[in-house]
Structures are given as structure tokens and as C-alpha cells.
């Protein structure tokens, strides 16, 4: 009998450490260390960090649907680059904040066409992208490596 529990605790202990390793994983994933992620996946321009007002003046969105967010723009606005980055709360409507986001990447691509056309390609291949409660729009001069960039950081 006390060999059938120890064999019973040596089953169940990998089960208890690989449950403790994901929530620890879980925990550390967040819409700063996604953004750094996505900031060492390519060369952006300086970008600076956009305030409250700027979240909700681009994205007509309320800060309190959001749990955290990074919103970073290029400083000089010579070009289109960004990292966008949200955590959605429970209680908001993540289709909604979604489709603004999509809403600000095709107001951005128009604005381009006609003050940068050579910075277009980036607003072309940039996608809106969802991982739980993440929300993600990335502008980069390497969408393909911000891409692989943030989807590592979400896995």
C-alpha cells in the first residue's frame, strides 16, 4: 500500500510542476514584455510612448475597457511605424476594439498614400492580431519578423 502512494505522488508531482511552469508562464506575459518583444524583432524608428489621450483620440476607445495596453508611435511621424498592444478586459467588447484597431491601421494607410508613399508597404502588411485578450497592431519595417516576434511572446 505505502509503495502504490508513493508511486501515486511520483506521478502526480510532474503533473503539479508542469502546471506551476504554465501559470508562471501565463503570468509573465504581458503587453510591455510582448511590446519588447516586437521592439528587438526589427529596426523601428525612435518611438515614443502615446499617453491616454492619445489611445482614446486615434481609437475613440475608453482606457477602461482596456486591463493594460502599450501604444508606441513613431516620434518624428515621418513614418507610419507603430506597436499597439492591448489587454482587454472581460467586461468590453473585444470585436469592437478590434475593428477600431483595424480602423485606425486603414485611416493610417490613407493618410500615407498621399504624405509618404514609399512608408505604404508597411501599413499594407500590417495586421491586426488577436491571442486571447491580447489585441495587437503592429507597423513595422519587418512585419514578418514582428510577427514571429509577438507570436512567440504569446505562446
Known amino acids: ?3 502504490l502512494i508513493a508511486l501515486l505522488m511520483l506521478m502526480i ?6 502546471s506551476f511552469a504554465a501559470a508562471a508562464d501565463e ?3 504581458t503587453c510591455k514584455s510582448l511590446a519588447e518583444a516586437v521592439l528587438a524583432s526589427a529596426e523601428f524608428r525612435e518611438l ?17 475597457d482596456l486591463q493594460e495596453w502599450v ?8 513614418t507610419p511605424e507603430m506597436i499597439l498592444i492591448m489587454k ?9 476594439i478590434k475593428q477600431t484597431a483595424q480602423e485606425l491601421r486603414d485611416e493610417q ?3 500615407y498614400r498621399d504624405y509618404q508613399p514609399a512608408e505604404v508597404f508597411k501599413l499594407e502588411n500590417a495586421q491586426v492580431l488577436e491571442n486571447g485578450p491580447f489585441i495587437a ?18 505562446k
Open 109 to 111: 494607410l490613407l493618410l
Open 48 to 64: 515614443t510612448d502615446m499617453t491616454e489621450r492619445y489611445l482614446e483620440k486615434y481609437l475613440i476607445l475608453s482606457a477602461e
Open 13 to 18: 508531482l510532474p503533473l503539479a510542476v508542469c
Open 137 to 154: 497592431l503592429v507597423v513595422s519595417p519587418d512585419p514578418q519578423a514582428s510577427i514571429a516576434a509577438l507570436g512567440e511572446g504569446w
Open 88 to 96: 482587454v478586459r472581460e467586461s468590453a467588447d473585444p470585436a469592437l
Open 71 to 78: 501604444f508606441k508611435r513613431d516620434a518624428s511621424r515621418a
Open 1 to 3: 500500500m505505502k509503495r
Open 27 to 29: 503570468e509573465e506575459m
